[in-house]
């Protein structure tokens, strides 16, 4: 079942500071979260295993709450190259407490960072 | 570069034609995906291959024939498609197993007119 991402859409200024939130109804295995620039591919950013963590990468980090089947990116003193479109994917508990093993994407969150 | 090559970037057929898009990872993973990405909607799932072996059809027309003859080539054949198939069509990689996705990386995909 496809995630739920809020806000649809961001604008910043440089160095202001953005949080992307993440919902499915479902039990989740793990969440992934991409960044995909105008024309260019989808880059990974972090992945997040049930178990509540958090991650860090730079300036940007994300949290998973397993209980509640939330995760939230959050973008710290933003920088234009942080401008792009954030998707989160989800896996779902399956069988035996793992995965299937089948990534499903929200709809994404357009993130516009300006000078 | 991410690894993921994906041809042709672009292509235009009519309703009749076949063709085929083509992708090739270099990245020894042994996972491969197809993922289809429409305006203003998220990447949908089409297929999963783990070690050649289909693992996932995501309820896709017929008039998509997926093919994966090892696990660093995977095809999409096409044939007799509407132009509402008109989209990004891309290709993932991930060293994944069949319990859960792993780091995808993205080909830059191919730009599907659908006439």
């Known amino acids: 079942q496809q995630p739920v991402q809020s806000p649809q859409a961001v604008i910043l200024r440089e160095g202001e500071d953005a949080v992307i939130n993440c919902s499915s109804s479902?039990?989740?295995?793990?969440v992934h979260w991409y960044r995909q620039k105008h024309g260019e591919a989808p880059v990974f950013l972090m992945i997040?295993?049930?178990?509540?963590e958090q991650k860090g990468h730079e300036k940007i980090s994300a949290s998973f709450n397993e209980k509640k089947q939330q995760s939230s990116l959050y973008l710290t003193a933003s920088q234009l190259s942080y401008s792009g479109t954030y998707f989160c994917?989800?896996?779902?508990?399956?069988?035996?407490?793992?995965?299937?093993?089948?990534?499903?994407f929200g709809q994404g969150t357009i993130l516009t960072v300006h000078p | 570069e991410t690894g993921v090559t994906q041809t042709p970037r672009h292509l235009v057929m009519g309703m009749t034609n076949k063709k085929s898009l083509k992708c090739e990872q270099h990245?020894?993973?042994?996972?491969m995906y197809w993922y289809k990405q429409s305006a203003k909607k998220p990447l949908e799932l089409m297929f999963v291959?783990?070690?050649?072996?289909?693992?996932e059809n995501n309820s896709v027309p017929s008039r998509f024939s997926p093919e994966c003859p090892n696990s660093s080539h995977l095809f999409l054949h096409l044939h007799t498609l509407q132009p509402e198939d008109s989209a990004l069509y891309l290709c993932a990689s991930s060293q994944g197993n069949r319990a859960n996705t792993g780091e995808l990386f993205f080909g830059e995909g191919s730009r599907l007119t659908v006439l």
């Open positions: 994917g989800t896996e779902e508990v399956g069988a035996g407490g793992t995965s299937y093993g089948k990534l499903t």
């Open positions: 997040l295993l049930k178990g509540g």
């Open positions: 479902k039990a989740l295995y793990s």
């Open positions: 990245l020894g993973h042994n996972a």
């Open positions: 291959y783990n070690f050649k072996e289909q693992t």
